[in-house]
């Protein structure tokens, strides 16, 4: 009978070390996949923003509003580089995404 007590113990904490792992790797992928999603639309505003300032001419209040804009995007893109040590901040289990 402790036999048995003893070996349902260690396969249940088998069992939630799978578990655990099995989670943790699931928010890998929806925080990678956050992440390239998030990088491909910053990248589309860039690029539109881009188009836009050479379009702009020589009005110097639209092109003062359009570069700060462009500050923004490249600001929420530095963001998007450095969310897998955010996420390891508050997650220390997730800090070690693997880049896919």
Same mark, same amino acid.
């Given at each position: 009978?402790?036999?048995?007590?003893?070996? !349902?113990?260690?396969?249940?904490?088998?069992?939630?070390?799978?578990?655990?792992?099995?989670?943790?790797?699931?928010?890998?992928?929806?925080?990678?996949?956050?992440?390239?999603?998030?990088?491909?639309?910053? !990248?589309?505003?860039?690029?539109?923003?881009?188009?836009?300032?050479?379009?702009?001419?020589?009005?110097?209040?639209?092109?003062?509003?359009?570069?700060?804009?462009?500050?923004?995007?490249?600001?929420?893109?530095?963001?998007?580089?450095?969310?897998?040590?955010?996420?390891?901040?508050?997650?220390?289990?997730?800090?070690?995404?693997?880049?896919?």
């Amino acid at each position: 009978m402790k036999r048995l007590l003893v070996l !349902l113990l260690v396969v249940s904490s088998v069992g939630a070390d799978a578990m655990a792992s099995d989670i943790s790797s699931q928010i890998c992928n929806v925080v990678n996949l956050v992440k390239y999603i998030a990088g491909a639309v910053a !990248l589309l505003v860039l690029v539109i923003l881009g188009v836009e300032l050479m379009v702009s001419g020589s009005n110097p209040i639209q092109r003062t509003e359009l570069k700060n804009r462009i500050l923004m995007v490249v600001a929420g893109m530095f963001l998007i580089l450095i969310s897998n040590y955010i996420v390891g901040i508050f997650l220390p289990s997730a800090a070690a995404c693997p880049l896919i």
